[in-house]
């Protein structure tokens, strides 16, 4: 069963070498990421299953690779330490979705070594009740299962944002922010999907697989990180 959960954005970001000379920006948020990686690591799993929206879902094994190439830099990561080996069940040239890629970075700088782990791509399109039934999925693969879910929040907070600016984006993201602090799976179920897609809230697949794994685990969460850098919602929450 899930025993506990990080959830950390995925913007490419923050990946100092991708921010360059913006990275001191996501400082903060980097630091809270780390805080809730430690809190992973300190529920004893028995596996780590990573979770980010992608176009297409499909599963990836530790040490599958994964890089910024597209957003020119010429930095490689592995899901989890690498293995030394190809990853069974994939053809060499698998990469992981840029979501997973982030999780590579996170989980490289914290030297994750708690757990074996497994990554999951989410088809940023999946009905809730599709993420729900994949989260149980994922949250019993395990006696003890802990998952690091990587998701943003609208992209619609300012006029300079990537999707420009929508009235409806802050009241999304306070209310995404209230359900990921709180530990409040129902609540996380309940995000409108169609609402999410106009807002480009990218999170919204992963946080409800999430919310599927956490159903009965009687988790409880803590809010580490909010803010809308560049007009993107950006959450770090702990839960254990």
């Known amino acids: ?12 970001l923050l990946v100092p070498e991708v921010a360059a000379g913006a990275a ?11 805080d809730a990686l430690a809190v992973l690591a300190a529920s004893r799993p028995d596996l780590l299953v990573v979770v980010g929206a992608a176009a297409e879902g499909g599963a990836y094994d530790q040490g599958t690779p994964g890089g910024f190439a597209g957003f020119g830099v010429d930095l490689t ?5 690498d293995l030394g080996e190809p990853p069974s069940g994939h053809a060499t040239g698998d990469t992981l979705p840029t979501s997973l890629a982030v999780a590579g970075w996170l989980l490289g700088q914290a030297r994750w070594a708690a757990a074996p782990v497994a990554g999951v791509a989410v088809a940023a399109g999946l009905a809730p009740s599709g993420c729900g039934l ?36 802050a009241a999304f993201d306070a209310a995404a922010a209230r359900a990921l602090g709180a530990a409040d799976a129902a609540a996380l179920a309940a995000l409108d999907a ?3 897609v106009e807002l480009q809230a990218a999170g919204r697949a992963p ?23 560049y007009g993107v919602g950006y959450f770090v929450a702990a839960w254990s």
């Open 1 to 12: 069963m899930l025993v506990a959960a990080a959830v950390c954005p995925a913007p490419p």
């Open 24 to 34: 001191a920006e996501l400082g903060d948020a980097r630091t809270a990421c780390s």
């Open 77 to 81: 990561v592995t899901l989890g330490p």
């Open 134 to 169: 994949l989260g149980a999925d994922l949250g019993g693969s395990a006696e003890r299962v802990a998952m690091l879910v990587l998701g943003d929040g609208s992209a619609c907070r300012t006029l300079k944002a990537p999707g420009y600016l929508d009235e409806r984006a």
């Open 194 to 196: 169609e609402l999410a």
């Open 207 to 229: 946080w409800q697989v999430l919310a599927g794994a956490a159903e009965g685990a009687g988790l409880e969460g803590r809010l580490l990180y909010e803010d809308a850098p």
